[in-house]
């Protein structure tokens, strides 16, 4: 069995607000989650749609890609998947 990792973007459709993860879970799955109020934020901010998500066989590579999305020019390229998604 072939394990994979996954970061995602979720989309608040109270707000706007986008939200970044990484999960070794189904993105799917984690949306569900978020949307049951696992933390503040979630629980503040739901209910989220699953706008996009990235696979990744290496744990370390999908870390990276969450790092650079919660980075300023991950920021930026966030509002623009979120403004056409």
Not at 1 to 21: A, E, Q, R, T
Not at 49 to 64: N, P, V
């Amino acid at each position: 069995m072939v394990i994979m990792f996954y970061v995602y973007l979720l989309k608040s459709l109270k707000n706007n607000k986008s939200y970044v993860g990484f999960t070794g879970k189904k993105p799917q799955e984690r949306l569900i989650e978020h949307n049951s109020g696992g933390n503040n934020w979630t629980r503040t901010n739901k209910p989220f749609e699953l706008i996009y998500w990235e696979k990744f066989f290496c744990k370390k590579d999908a870390l990276f890609r969450e790092k650079f999305f919660k980075s300023g020019q991950g920021k930026k390229l966030r509002k623009i998947i979120v403004k056409y998604f």
